[in-house]
Each structure stands twice: as C-alpha cells, then as structure tokens.
C-alpha cells in the first residue's frame, strides 16, 4: 500500500526526481544504510558526526549494488522532511547528470577530475565532497545546464588541492576577497590545462575559464549567478559543520556572512531544509539577521 503523501513528500519528490520512496522489501540488492530520523533531528545533533558513517557506506557497495537510505523513528511527514535534508547534505553521492553531461567525455573528466585528489588527505577529500555537492547543486537548480556550467562547478576549487591541501590559510590574508579572487584566477588556469588535454572544444573551455575566474565576485550573468548559488549553498548544507570545527569562531562567522552575500536572496529559502551544527545555526541566524535591513529572507525552520 502506497503511503499518504504530503507537502514534504511533494518537495522531496521535487527536488530529487530521479530517487524513488518504496518500502524496505523492495530495496533489491541495493546495500541498506539504517538511519535514526530521530537521532538527526535531535537539538545538539552535528550532521557532520555522520559523515563517514554514510559516505563510507557508500564506498562499500560500490556502484553495482547502490545504496539505499532506510528512516525510521519518526511519522511519515516528518521522515520525508528528514530524508530531503539527509538526501541535500549527501546529494554527491547520487551523482544525477543530463543530458550535457552523460557519455564517455564527462565520464573521463570525472575519473581525471578524482585522480587530482589525494583522498589520504582529510582536506582534500573535502575539497572533492564539495566539488561534486557543487555540480549537483547546478542540476538541482538548473535541471537543465549546460556542459561548462557543469565543469565549472566541478573544477570551480582546483587550485585549492595546490595551496591548501594541508592546511587552510584563507584565515589568514589580510585582504580576503582578493586572497579569493586571487585562488579563483589560478584555478581557472588549472581546470582549462586539464579540459583541453582531455579534449574539450575550445569554446566550452573558455567559457569554463570565464566562471571558475569571476566565481568569487557575482555579477549579471545567470550561468554565473547560478554557480555562486549552487558553492554557497554547498557550503552551507556540506562544509559549514566542518569549517566551523577547523577555523575560529570570528572567522567562521566572517565566512558565513560572505557567502550568503553570494546567495542570491530568492534562494535562501532552501536554507530551512538544512541540517546545521547547532553552533553553525546560532550564527547563521544572527547574519540573517543582519542582512534583514537589505532584504528580508524566510526564517530558518
């Protein structure tokens, strides 16, 4: 018997059209993560406490098995609205494409785009969860991007893995948009090395080159707009647990700020379906509410 569906099973359904709701006996073969529905929504919860439980799960089954989320311990409504904000945090592993990105060609820039990863190093691996959360956040508000708008979100943080990836610095610079604009360039440099000797056409690698060097600075352009919305909202559904236990307070707070600068206010609604530690929470609640007097976002749920 199909369960009642509700507005949570609607805009789960909404945004993660490919994923499918059905009861645990017809999971298949596919290998079964048992998640607490309970456990997540509990006050002092930190989702990064989770972060090895499931992508380390996800690295035992393997593609051919796949993995399925089993929730239990709340009623449907609330499961649903769980499942979106579990499903939002690790939507890398879902790896959804379209039709720009399926073939031979992206699957080539996927395996070259992992092998620049040395996954022995905790940051990089970050680096990589953030660099795949980014491309699926793109297909998530823009179903239908094209191919560089996809590589720029894959590659947008490349030329992290050459100056941090074994310890940040960021915290450190004394002009930090221009430390940024600074990592953007450079890695725009390095992603267009490698689109052309994977054999790119050249049109699409500079257009890619135009997006990874302007991605710190939002400007008139939607394709540009969109990858400052899909980073920021990675940063703050993925990394900002993380970043909050690595960096200090007054740091992470100058971080939160910046980034919901580049998010686009007709977005930041999708940040009630995130999961936050709950120290990352206070203070995202206190830069909303100093960004109010420029415009007036939903509230966090």
Known sequence: MRPPRGAAFALLATEFPTLTVRPLEQAGDANVLWLDAQAWRAPGFDPFDWDEHVFGASRTCGEARGLALHLTGAPLEALATTALEILTRYQGLVRRRNSASEGPLFDTLLA??????????????????????????VLRLAPRAELALQLAALFHDVERLLSEADQRVEHHARDYQAFKDAHAARGADVACALLEEVGVDPDTRERVRWLIGRHERPE????????????????????????????????TRRKLAYTLRRLRPHQRWRLAHVRFAPQVRRLLEETLEAASQEDTPRELA
């Open 112 to 137: 070259r785009h992992l092998a620049l990863h040395d996954l022995s190093k905790p940051l990089v691996v970050a680096d990589h969860r953030h660099a795949l959360d980014t491309w699926q956040w």
């Open 220 to 251: 008139p352009d939607e394709d540009l707009a969109l990858l400052n919305d899909a980073d920021a909202l990675s940063f703050f559904s993925l990394n900002a647990s993380g970043f909050a236990r690595y960096f200090p307070r007054e740091h």
